[in-house]
């Protein structure tokens, strides 16, 4: 199986910083990479696909970047509803796998 | 637009198999262009993908389920299903059930369900 880790576990921020969570892949992956949001009780939701295609709907403060086993995900200016658990999946090779998640926070 | 409702038992009996079925409506479960499957979250944990199921009945599951999984589709009733047979305590978890393009994109969930493995 392909293991994704992502980076930081959690964070703290403020309204209107800016975000990076990073997401690696145990190996290369091309760019079949998508990232999700989920709050509590609620099903994930699509932000981006193919590493840096933004979904449609999705404002454009979000951005995705990398390729191969490294990956970002960028929230230019965070905002009171960007507070959430944001997870990367790799679509690359069945299984499919998850991170294990990186939990936005209020500072 | 798009809508995708699981529905089943919220308790099953340890041993026993874990059903639950997907209502597509907004869209037909025999088009080409999609894939449909399932994902499950444990309480207060991540992700993990189950299986996805093609409109040809090409199937594709996670080994982690040690083949106790299958994926069916209904086309009569827009419907895919799930069974997890031999269930633990260790099956128990929020399942979803979700679209994936053919690309493998999963870009529509269904609001999910908890399901208890519990006598």
């Known amino acids: 199986d392909i293991q994704m880790t992502q980076s930081p576990s959690s964070l703290s921020a403020s309204v209107g910083d800016r975000v990076t969570i990073t997401c690696r892949a145990s190996q290369g992956i091309s760019n079949y990479l998508a990232w999700f949001q989920q709050k509590p009780g609620k099903a994930p939701k699509l932000l981006i696909y193919?590493?840096?295609s933004l979904q449609s709907g999705v404002p454009s403060k979000f951005s995705g970047s990398g390729s191969g086993t490294d990956f970002t995900l960028t929230i230019s200016s965070l905002q009171p509803e960007d507070f959430a658990t944001y997870y990367c999946?790799?679509?690359?090779?069945?299984?499919?796998?998850f991170g294990p998640g990186t939990k936005v926070d209020i500072k | 637009q798009l809508q995708l409702q699981e529905s089943g038992p919220g308790l099953v009996k340890p041993s026993e198999t874990l059903s639950l079925t997907c209502s597509v409506s907004g869209g037909s479960i025999s088009s080409r262009d999609y894939h449909w499957g399932w994902i499950r979250q444990p309480p207060g944990k991540g992700l993990e993908w189950i299986g996805s199921?093609?409109?040809?009945?090409?199937?594709y599951y996670n080994p982690s389920l040690q083949s106790r999984g299958t994926i069916s589709v209904d086309t009569s009733k827009n419907q895919f299903s799930l069974k997890l047979s031999s269930v633990t305590a260790a099956d128990t978890a929020v399942y979803y059930c979700?679209?994936?393009?053919?690309?493998?994109?999963?870009?529509?969930w269904g609001q999910g369900t908890l399901v208890t493995v519990s006598s």
């Open positions: 999946q790799q679509y690359n090779g069945i299984p499919f796998t």
């Open positions: 199921i093609y409109y040809s009945g090409a199937t």
């Open positions: 193919a590493a840096s």
């Open positions: 979700a679209r994936a393009d053919t690309s493998m994109v999963t870009d529509y």
